[in-house]
Nanobody, 121 residues
């Protein structure tokens, strides 16, 4: 079974930067979408950034201009570059990938285990 392994979270001061990575344990043949979600304490999980086939991206208003999502299809990896971090960015970040394990299998929805990002003031 394909698993998504996240890394790059940690504790940073406001104004600092982090880069999150999410890599699939096995090669995914056809990837339709990749995205990052986050969940702050006491709040619902929300979409932070997404990228679809063709390279189009979208971002939550709160992170526009500060965060950037990118992908490396050859490595089955998605990244989230986070700059000018604010305390409100604190939360658990989850990567999500919608993809096929092969051309003969249906598309599945995969989730990472979550990585903690804490921004101090």
């Amino acid at each position: 079974q394909v698993q998504l392994v996240e890394s790059g979270g940690g504790l940073v001061q406001a104004g600092g930067s982090l880069r999150l990575s999410c890599a699939a344990s096995e090669r995914l043949v056809v990837i339709s979408t990749m995205g990052w979600y986050r969940q702050a304490p006491g709040k619902q999980r929300e979409l932070v950034a997404g990228i679809i086939s063709g390279g189009m991206t979208n971002y939550a208003d709160a992170v526009k201009g500060r965060f950037s999502i990118s992908r490396d299809n050859a490595k089955n990896t998605v990244y989230l570059q986070m700059n000018s971090l604010k305390p409100d960015d604190t939360g658990v970040y989850y990567c999500n990938v919608k993809a096929r394990e092969s051309l003969f299998r249906p598309e599945n929805d995969y989730w990472g285990q979550g990585t903690q990002v804490t921004v101090s003031s």
